[in-house]
């Protein structure tokens, strides 16, 4: 029997059985959504294609299996170009289908035509226009099969309304066999040897963690690897949850705000262990004055981050579960040193701290959250000072509980990226810690979040500043702060106008009661917003282009 | 340095823009790119003229086999190999210097392809040095309109570059790490 377009690719999401594809429909893909209605796949309306990225970035995430979305040509698949550039920075599996004009329109500047094939080219791992039917669903398999293999990322597939329209025999090809695509997984047996000596040998190693770690399922791996040799772990922002931040061998987060132990830890240390991290420069600060003193090891599936930004000892490309198995094997069992001592005093030297003022401080309302949700939230993030607090004062134990944009770092991430995680994991609690210049970016998915009936929680820190800009703007351009001084819409009356909970504190003692008040809510999104201390700053610091044992201290 | 990288790469419509978009974008200073089918229909390749230390090669290297429509790269720039440039030079030729310009022709190999009332186009062939030996040889005349092909290169003797039945694709630097 031949299918429609618009059928097969219907037909390939329910053999690739996805449970939930976010979109927002028009003219180019009404023939698409025409074949949904007969579908049992669940499809959730956003209110703008942004929010469709970022839900199904933030689905993938929370679940590790890839996020679909929809949009369709033109203004729909630019406006998906925002989600396709964070999921692309951070390495997350989506596939995102884009309606387009029929391909006798195609090139003439048609009614809603954008190139979004030329416009996504640097930021999909790889992307499709399909112009003959026959093509469709083979290009759909190799569309999931890049996205969730090797170093994932986001895949786009445009489809010309005809070839949506036009019919052909419906097969659904295997795991496609490309020529051009061969991940490495498994690490070079030499290589694990020449690793696992360096670690034999090293008096002060670091485990440096990042997001590949989540992404290849690797946490357990890695808390044997780190027990078994005793080493200390730091992780990326990415790597948030890859090992437990509760366990005595970890130091936090390191980088520009990581914590000052992490960062003292790896400019002493003589042996760095890089697990699924990429050297980004918000982690190495000054390159030079990285890890100074250490042989470097690099584990990563992708060949090209060997090297791009750090001269590396001994490289290993391969999944990074299957290269810890292998190294697990190989080495010997570590014990505590005089590093590990000097490590604990540097933890009780220099904790991160913050001083309570009368006002609510915002690191408080995220160990406020930390203790109500007893740590197993999920927590999404904004960008700007409340992605930092929430990284800093959040203590994550889990991999896939940490949910922000680290690479892009986009404003209006969060609230989309929650619905998304509250869509696939719907017996968590799932929590927003949002800026008030953030969460205006996206405000609009409140009204998806109250359609679906989505318990998410939304905590405004509101210091009605861009207070990242303006920390910045404070510390490096004498405090002339241009342009950051926001104010916000009522964000109470806001949440109730769309059908959510809204909530206002501005007493550090109702913090508490109004977190709690929050989750009994289950049938609805509630926002409660915050009043902090305006002036609160993200410490410590490392000014950018500093080394990151120079961090500044409020 | 410069480095002569060929790439085999499928025949896709899109995929030159991919491989151009990711020199520009990573900042990498393309000298020659030529590129044309192979003697497989599927596959084409591009002889890509780079220039760079051997860290921004590498990086380039990694980068190109990271595409998905890239097959296979390699860098033949310390193998033996010939490697040709082709130019069109329309030159001014009245005849009263149209005998030296022949003349100039001859040495170099080159041909006269065509004949105008003014001008002569002449044909070459050769590697850059030679290209280019004639390009400054016939300047005196004044050289009215110049094309010229990126290189191409192959590997001398019974060496190939080219992957068998499509299946020895990227081994992604496997034997390096
Ligand atoms: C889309 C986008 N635009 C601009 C920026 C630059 N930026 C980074 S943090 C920040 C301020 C964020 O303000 P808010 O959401 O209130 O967070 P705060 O820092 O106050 O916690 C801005 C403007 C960005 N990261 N993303
Ligand atoms: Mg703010």
Known sequence: MKLSGAQILVKCLEEEKVEAIFGYPGGAVLDIYDALYDSPLKHYLVRHEQGAAHAADGYARATGRPGVCIATSGPGATNLVTGLATAYMDSIPLVAFTGQVATHLLGRDS??????????????KHNFLVKDVKDLARVIKEAFHLATTGRPGPVLIDIPKDVSQKKAKFD??????????????????????????????????????????????????????????VIPVTTTLMGKGAFPENHPLSLGM????????????????????????????????????????????????????????????????????????????????????????????????????????????????????????????????????????????YTFTKPRTFISSGGLGTMGYGLPAAIGAQIGRPGETVFDIAGDGSIQMNIQELATAVAYKLPIKVAILNNNYLGMVRQWQEIFY???????????????????????????????????????????????????????????????????GGAINEMLEG | MRHTLTVLVENNPGVLARVAGLFSRRGYNIDSLAVGRTENPTISRMTIVVEGDDKVIEQVSKQLNKLIDVIKVSDITAEEHVDRELVLIK?????????????????????????????????????????????ESLKPFRIRELVRTGKIAMLRGSRFTT?????????????EY
């Open chain 1, 111 to 124: 009614f809603q035509e954008a190139d979004i094939y030329g416009i996504t080219l640097p930021i999909t």
């Open chain 1, 254 to 393: 390191l980088g520009m705000h990581g914590t000052k132990y992490a960062n003292y830890a790896v400019s002493e240390c003589d042996l760095l262990i890089a697990i699924g991290a990429r050297f980004d420069d918000r982690v190495t600060g000054r390159i030079d004055a990285f890890a100074p003193k250490a042989r470097i090891i690099h584990i990563d599936i992708d060949p090209a981050e060997i090297g791009k930004n750090v001269r590396v000892d001994i490289p290993i490309v391969g999944d990074v579960k299957r290269v810890l198995q292998q190294l697990l094997k190989r080495v010997q069992a570590g014990m505590e040193t005089e590093w590990h001592a000097k490590i604990r005093e540097w933890k009780e030297k220099y904790p991160l701290k913050y001083e309570q003022n009368g006002k609510i401080k915002p690191q408080f309302v995220v160990e406020q959250i930390y203790e109500v949700t007893k740590g197993e939230a999920i927590i999404t993030t904004e960008v700007g000072q409340n992605q930092m607090w929430a990284a800093q004062f």
């Open chain 2, 91 to 135: 030159v001014n030729a009245d005849p009263s210097v149209r005998g030296e310009i022949m003349q100039i022709v001859e040495i170099f190999r080159a041909r006269i392809v065509d004949i105008g009332r003014k001008t002569l186009t002449i044909e070459a062939t050769g590697d850059e040095g030679k290209i280019n030996a004639i390009i």
């Open chain 2, 163 to 175: 992957v068998e039945n499509g299946d020895e694709g990227k081994e992604n630097n496997k034997d």
């Open chain 1, 478 to 544: 004498n405090g002339r702060l241009a342009y950051t001084d926001i104010s916000g819409p009522d964000f109470v009356k806001l949440a109730e106008a769309y059908g959510a909970v809204g909530m206002r504190v501005t007493e550090p003692k109702d913090v508490r009661r109004a977190l709690e008040e929050a989750m009994q809510v289950k049938d609805r999104p509630v926002l409660i917003d915050f009043i902090i201390d305006r002036e609160e700053n993200v410490f410590p610091m490392v000014p950018p």
């Open chain 1, 172 to 229: 659904y090809p295997e795991v496609p066999r490309l020529r051009g695509y061969r991940p490495v997984l498994d690490g070079h047996p030499e290589k694990i040897s020449e690793a696992a000596a360096a670690i034999a040998e090293a008096r002060r190693p670091v485990i440096y963690a990042g997001g590949g770690v989540i992404s290849s399922g690797a946490s357990e791996e890695l808390r044997q690897l780190a027990e078994l040799c």
